[in-house]
Nanobody, 128 residues
Framework: QVQLVESGGRSVQTGGSLRLSCAAS????????VGWFRQSPGKEREFVAA????????LFSESVKGRFTISRDNAKSTADLQMNNLNPEDSAIYYC?????????????????????WGQGTQVTVSS
């Protein structure tokens, strides 16, 4: 089991930047893929970005590609989501998730079922 705690969410203006962090506890974090998802009121949880356990592969949704980056530090058991050029459509609760899977298929990585452990989320609000 991996316990996850997100931080860094706050209110920013359009065009601003935020860095979300996901702190993990548990010995298996370094073997887990990490994903970031977001959810707005009345909408389904949406895939944002993911990074392979090794850090060697990443994947982004089309809506954030070019604006967001994802990174991890297995020695510190952390994973970060750097978000630049934010717009109001990025407003949501952002969740960090971890899953230990053999493969990193994009069609799987974008699904919540790829992940076994979830944090409680951090709120991001972007005002125009």
């Amino acid at each position: 089991q991996v316990q996850l705690v997100e931080s860094g969410g706050r209110s920013v203006q359009t065009g601003g930047s935020l860095r979300l962090s996901c702190a993990a506890s548990g010995s298996t974090f370094s073997t887990c893929d990490v994903g970031w998802f977001r959810q707005s009121p009345g909408k389904e949880r949406e895939f944002v970005a993911a990074i392979r356990w090794s850090g060697g592969r990443t994947l982004f949704s089309e809506s954030v590609k070019g604006r967001f980056t994802i990174s991890r530090d297995n020695a510190k058991s952390t994973a970060d989501l750097q978000m630049n050029n934010l717009n109001p459509e990025d407003s949501a609760i952002y969740y960090c998730a971890a899953g230990n899977r053999q493969d990193f298929r994009p069609s799987d990585v974008i699904r919540t079922s790829h992940y076994d452990n979830w944090g409680q989320g951090t709120q991001v609000t972007v005002s125009s």
